[in-house]
């Protein structure tokens, strides 16, 4: 795989990490601010909040969108330097790596946005759409 692409991914990642970092301070900052048993989930038709639980469960975005991002990461990291097992020469093999990467770089940035709006929609106690 190319420096380009890995510079990519490393650029991508530390974007996605970062987002989830600051949205992770966002909410410490309102936690003061927030009921006793705020709105962790909302209802993606009506935009309203449908499920009501302790503030300590609106971590959760943070918890699962880094579990989810270090994941695609190591899959990235794996895909960069092992054999894929596919019968193709040298460059078809550089091209399906390079592929591979990539979609899953625009899959990283998908999971961070969903978790920021849920972040984002917890810390604010207003209920969002997508």
Known sequence: ??????IINRI????????LGVSLVF???KWGSLPAEPGIHF????GEFDVYAAKVLGFYPH????????????VQRAAAKK???LRVNEEGDKIIRTELCLT???????IT??????????SLQRGGRC
């Open 43 to 46: 209802d993606l038709k009506t």
């Open 12 to 19: 991508m990642a530390a974007l996605c990490f970062s987002a």
């Open 113 to 122: 946005l969903f978790c920021l709006n849920w972040s984002f929609a917890v």
């Open 1 to 6: 795989m190319s420096k380009h692409v890995m």
């Open 104 to 110: 899953l770089d625009l899959i990283m940035v998908y």
């Open 83 to 85: 054999s894929l097992g």
């Open 27 to 29: 909410f410490i900052i």
């Open 63 to 74: 918890v699962i969108g880094a579990l989810l991002l270090g994941a695609i990461v190591l």
